[in-house]
């Protein structure tokens, strides 16, 4: 009888030690889970923060030019910029006339892993439709790393300070074709309207993007 006892506790005592260690292994996985999913979460947050946009000047660019666009693309899209040496306007880069330069040619030029926002002061086309080199504002690969923006078509006939409103939203609008936004017609004043040859429109729109093109960018 006696043994029997002993074996009952001794069960017993098997049996709460199960409990207790159950209890206690649970909680530890899920600690361990939520650990690995902390981590997983800080690592987006850096990739976040850490995303950079290199500026690059490409020829000579007024000061004021680089830093406005310096702010306004880490005001509005949160990356951080860093404004990189000036490079010269090679005659590689230049059209078939010799008139002009070509985006294009920056554009693949300056294409690597990293970010880079061209900006230059001289004329720059790309071929539409019947004309080979037809003046744009700005040029941007669509998703891709790497944009150029012109200030030479938005300086005519008006002060300084809608030269560089007209800067920011272009530079703006290239940042957006980079991040895959195609040309919106939802709103007539969001920054991804197609400007059609017309500075007019870039004038109608506000530092903003519609709710679609938000969408698009927040997926
Ligand atoms: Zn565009
Ligand atoms: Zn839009």
């Known amino acids: 009888m006696k043994k029997i006892f002993y074996l009952i506790g001794l069960l017993i005592i098997l049996l709460f030690g199960y409990f207790v260690y159950g209890f206690l292994q649970i909680p530890t996985q899920k600690n361990k889970n939520n650990i690995k999913n902390n981590k997983k979460t800080q690592i987006k947050k850096n990739k976040k923060i850490n995303t950079v946009v290199f500026i690059q000047p490409l020829g000579d660019v007024n000061q004021d ?8 693309v880490e005001f509005f899209y949160h990356f951080d910029c ?7 306007l090679t005659n590689d880069l230049l059209t078939v006339s010799g008139a002009r330069y070509s985006a294009d040619k920056i554009l693949e030029k300056f294409d690597t892993k990293q970010n880079y926002l061209i900006l230059t002061e001289k004329d720059i086309a790309t071929p539409k439709n019947q004309y080979p080199e037809w003046g744009i504002l700005g040029l941007g690969y669509r998703p891709g790393t790497t944009c150029v923006v012109s200030t030479f078509r938005m300086k005519r006939n008006v002060n300084e300070n809608v030269v ?3 800067l920011k939203k272009v530079a703006l609008h290239e940042i957006g074709h980079n991040l895959g936004l195609s040309h919106c017609d939802n709103n007539p004043h969001c920054m991804m309207n197609d ?4 500075i007019k429109q870039v004038d ?3 530092i903003w993007l519609c709710e679609k093109c938000n969408y698009v960018i927040k997926k």
């Open 195 to 198: 400007a059609k040859g017309t």
């Open 65 to 72: 030019y680089l830093k406005l666009v310096k702010e306004s």
């Open 164 to 166: 560089k409103d007209r």
């Open 82 to 88: 860093v404004i990189k040496e000036t490079k010269p």
């Open 204 to 206: 109608l729109e506000k």
